[in-house]
């Protein structure tokens, strides 16, 4: 069992519609939670971070951690076709000093115009 | 956001031949560099991560004799993929942070496509 799991998609959906993407993980000592944005082609890029558990928003973007379930979600409000890419869920244990990021397989979204 | 490059963005060489990938943080210095591959449609991969000054520390199944990289500098960190063969084509993304403990940003290289023939 992989400690990161992340359906890969594809997913598709007409533009404005609310777009959930989720990860679900095994390993209780995760505590530091991020979603990347990767265009094809491209190196990943930040979207958002959360430590712990909660919710985060900004902008379109929520970012919710659910660490009694050890289940987290993206949600993308009034999705535009511009948000056509893969995201990638990502995460490190508290125990991990040097920062190795536990990367989720990505979903590719695409937004239809 | 700080900016991370890497020379080349595409690559092809000759099976046998070895090939050098640059990573540079262009404005900060980065105490610790990692260096990833990426098969189509599939997630990254951590290969190694490098402290300046240090040698790397591979992930368990990558070959430290195919793969060497150095961390010459806070700013600049290269991946020589020697004697390469078709195996090896690839999507090579690196990373590089500050800090060297808890959560530090790690901000992303935008990739190099090897072809090996």
């Known amino acids: 069992q992989k400690e990161v799991e992340q359906d890969p998609g594809p997913l598709s959906v007409p533009e404005g519609a609310i777009v959930s993407l989720n990860c679900t993980y095994s390993?209780?000592?995760?505590?530091?939670f991020m979603w990347y944005r990767q265009y094809s082609r491209k190196g990943p890029e930040l979207l958002m971070y959360t430590y712990s558990s909660g919710n985060k928003e900004d902008g379109r973007f929520t970012a919710q951690v659910d660490k009694s379930s050890k289940y987290i979600s993206l949600f993308i409000r009034d999705s535009q076709p511009s948000d056509s890419a893969t995201y990638l869920c990502?995460?490190?244990?508290?125990?991990?000093?040097?920062?190795?990021?536990?990367f989720g397989q990505g979903t590719e979204l695409s937004v239809k115009p | 956001g700080a900016v991370v490059s890497q020379h080349p963005s595409w690559v092809i060489c000759k099976s046998g031949t070895s090939v050098k990938i640059e990573c540079r943080s262009l404005d900060f210095q980065a105490t610790t560099m990692f260096w990833y591959r990426q098969f189509p449609k599939q997630s990254l991969m951590l290969m190694a991560t490098s402290n300046e000054g240090s040698k790397a520390t591979y992930e368990q199944g990558v070959e430290k004799d195919k793969f060497l990289i150095n961390h010459a500098s806070l700013t600049l960190s290269t991946l020589t993929v020697t004697s390469a063969h078709p195996e090896d084509s690839s999507f090579y993304i690196c990373?590089?942070?500050?800090?060297?403990?808890?959560?530090?940003?790690?901000?992303f290289g935008p990739g190099t496509r090897l072809t090996v023939l």
């Open positions: 990502a995460m490190i244990p508290s125990y991990n000093q040097g920062g190795k990021l536990i």
């Open positions: 390993n209780s000592a995760f505590q530091y």
């Open positions: 990373s590089a942070r500050t800090g060297t403990s808890g959560y530090n940003e790690q901000f």
